[in-house]
Every structure is written in structure tokens, then in C-alpha cells.
């Protein structure tokens, strides 16, 4: 399977398609052993999206797992961790460093600019819009999956709710020391499943999105390590410099910058 079939994959399986806006039945709540059997899992989720959406500038720091299952049906896993700066609506820098590739993606307002640290080289783009719409291009062009960005726009709960048929509030769980609300839900393609801290700001730490599209269920998760709003910003924030001696090429030539080394595992990715 090449790089291209595996991110088209990955956004089938991911990217929950509006097409299945036709398709959306009234959230359910079903019986489940364990599971505490209340009716507020869309309300958490509401507020979450409310709050998330209300904050202008955010700044911050995460870890990421992403599953593969190769032809032998085995499960290898690779972690990266990163950074986001994100200030609304049309501003963002956000890096992802892994044990194959270093890349850092920013947007100026008017600009697009992508980084491969490992490889000394970027692309650029011209692009007019918000960071919802600019998530919506990369994915569109097959050039940006980032399933964690689900949470972070100003439209989350409308976007995460769509195709939803089930859902549950787990009951309360500790991410990183920090007590939260667990919430699962399910659509026809994914489970996913979230942790939403509790108090008077009631951010996402921890994301977690299991593929039923494809064999042995791989997983995407991401942990929010910290969070700050409002934080400081230069005025040069999101502008991207190219670092000396940096090759400027095509943007679907810039190569090695997924978070799934190629060639080092056969397989489908999820």
C-alpha cells in the first residue's frame, strides 16, 4: 500500500464525512456493564465545545500514539509528541516530532507553510481562511489527517456528534492527575472515546479513536499534556523563516514527514 493509499485510508476511517449527516440518529443510550448509565454525555461534550471554542489563544503540548496492523495482523505502534499555538480565527503553528520525522506545520492568515525538520526542506501554499477551513483543505488534498484537530475548532461538538448513534457517560476516570468525565460514543466506522477535565474549565485531555472499518481495530490517541490559555504571543509567531540552506519543494513532494515511518512497516494504516 503506498504513503497516498494510506492517508486516504486513514481519512475514510477518520475524518467522519458529512455524508453521514444524512444518516444521524438521535444520540442513545444503551445498558452497559461498568458503564454509569446517565443521560448528560452530549451536555459534557456541549460544554466542553463551548468553552474550547470560546478561547481566542491557546497554547499546547501533547503526546500521540498511532496504531498500524500489518499483513500478519500484528498491532506496531509509534509515538510522537508536539506542540500547537493556535490563536483564532486564522492563526496556528503546530509541530509533531517522532522517531522518523520532525515536522512543523504554520499558518500566517495568508500562507500555509510546512516543515520537514528531518529532511531540510518545505513547502508553501497560498491560503485565505479560518483554521477549520484550512483543516478542511489539508485533509481534502490528502496532505494533513490530524484526527486530534477534531477537538480543538470552534465547531466540536457539531463536528464530533455527526453519524453518532450511542452515547455513554463511562463515569469519571484521572488523566495525568487530573480527574475527569470519561465519554464514549460510537458512529457506523469508529468508536471514540474522551476525557474532559472537570471544573470550571472543561478542556479535552485525552482522545481516543478506534477504527471498526479496518481489521484488529487499530487506534489513534492523543493525550493533552498542557494547556494555557491566553498565553503570550510574539509578533512574529506564526511566521515561518526557512532555516539556512532548507530546499523549497512541490508540496506533495515533501516527503518522510508522517508519523508512520515508510517502508519500515508493511501494513494498513488506520
Keep these: 500500500m503506498t504513503p497516498n493509499e494510506l492517508s486516504k485510508s486513514w481519512n475514510r476511517s477518520f475524518a467522519r464525512p458529512v455524508a453521514l449527516a444524512g444518516m444521524m440518529i438521535a444520540a442513545t443510550f444503551v445498558p452497559c456493564a461498568q458503564a454509569e ?108 489527517t490530524a484526527p486530534g484537530a477534531d477537538i480543538l475548532g470552534t465547531h466540536v461538538y457539531d463536528d464530533l ?36 477535565e472537570i471544573g470550571d474549565r472543561p478542556i479535552p485531555r485525552k482522545y481516543v479513536i478506534t477504527s471498526k472499518a479496518v481489521g484488529a481495530a487499530p487506534q489513534y490517541t492523543l493525550r493533552i499534556k498542557e494547556w494555557k490559555t491566553d498565553p503570550p504571543i510574539g509578533a512574529d509567531a506564526f511566521v515561518f523563516t526557512p532555516p539556512a540552506g532548507a530546499n523549497k519543494v512541490a508540496l506533495d513532494a515533501l516527503a518522510n514527514i508522517d508519523e508512520v515511518p515508510q517502508g519500515v512497516v508493511n501494513g494498513a494504516k488506520k
Design 161 to 196: 456528534m455527526v453519524g453518532v448513534v450511542v452515547a455513554k457517560h463511562i463515569g469519571r476516570g484521572v488523566v495525568d492527575g487530573v480527574e475527569c468525565e470519561h465519554l464514549a460514543f460510537r458512529d457506523l466506522d469508529v468508536d471514540w472515546q474522551l476525557w474532559v
Design 37 to 144: 448509565q446517565v443521560d448528560d454525555a452530549p451536555q459534557i461534550l456541549k460544554a466542553m465545545s463551548d468553552y474550547v471554542a470560546s478561547q481566542k489563544n491557546i497554547a499546547l503540548t501533547y503526546d500521540s500514539d498511532i496504531e498500524v496492523v500489518t499483513p500478519e495482523v500484528e498491532k506496531i505502534q509509534f509515538t510522537s509528541s508536539g506542540k500547537v499555538l493556535l490563536s483564532r480565527p486564522d492563526k496556528v503553528r503546530a509541530s509533531r516530532t517522532g522517531g522518523y520525522a520532525d515536522f512543523e506545520i504554520s499558518f500566517d492568515g495568508k500562507t500555509v507553510s510546512g516543515l520537514g525538520k528531518n529532511i531540510n526542506a518545505y513547502a508553501q501554499i497560498d491560503f485565505t481562511g479560518s483554521i477549520d477551513q484550512l483543516i478542511g483543505k489539508m485533509r481534502n488534498m490528502d496532505l494533513m
